[in-house]
């Protein structure tokens, strides 16, 4: 079992930065590749970012790269994802979520097994 806690939501004007944080604990962290996922009101929860077991891969969505990094700790248990150039488009609940290694680093929401209990990120115009 792996539990997920985010941190560092909050509300920002466009143009602005966030850096979310996600806590896990129980089985051995870096056997697990990372994502961070969104959902925002009224739509389907979609692919945002993902990093592999040991931090070597990285995934991005094309509508968040250049402009979001995530990276991890596995000394930390922790996953981050530094968000910069922010948009009202971002705004969203953001959820960390967490499978078993894997040869590739995936985007699908239905590959991933654990999921955090989501932080708010609004974005204001």
């Excluded at 004007?13 to 009224?42: E, I």
């Excluded at 995530?70 to 959820?95: C, E, F, G, H, W």
Aim: proline content about 1%; some cysteine.
């Amino acid at each position: 079992q792996v539990m997920l806690v985010e941190s560092g939501g909050g509300l920002v004007q466009a143009g602005g930065s966030l850096r979310l944080s996600c806590a896990a604990s129980g089985r051995t962290f870096s056997s697990y590749d990372m994502g961070w996922f969104r959902q925002a009101s009224g739509k389907e929860r979609e692919f945002v970012a993902a990093i592999s077991h040991s931090g070597g891969n990285t995934n991005y969505a094309d509508s968040v790269k250049g402009r979001f990094t995530i990276s991890r700790d596995n000394a930390k248990n922790t996953v981050s994802l530094q968000m910069n150039s922010l948009k009202p488009a971002d705004t969203a609940i953001y959820y960390c979520a967490a499978r078993f290694q894997y040869r590739r680093v995936v985007t699908s929401t239905d590959d991933y097994g654990y999921w955090g209990q989501g932080t708010q990120v609004t974005v204001s115009s």
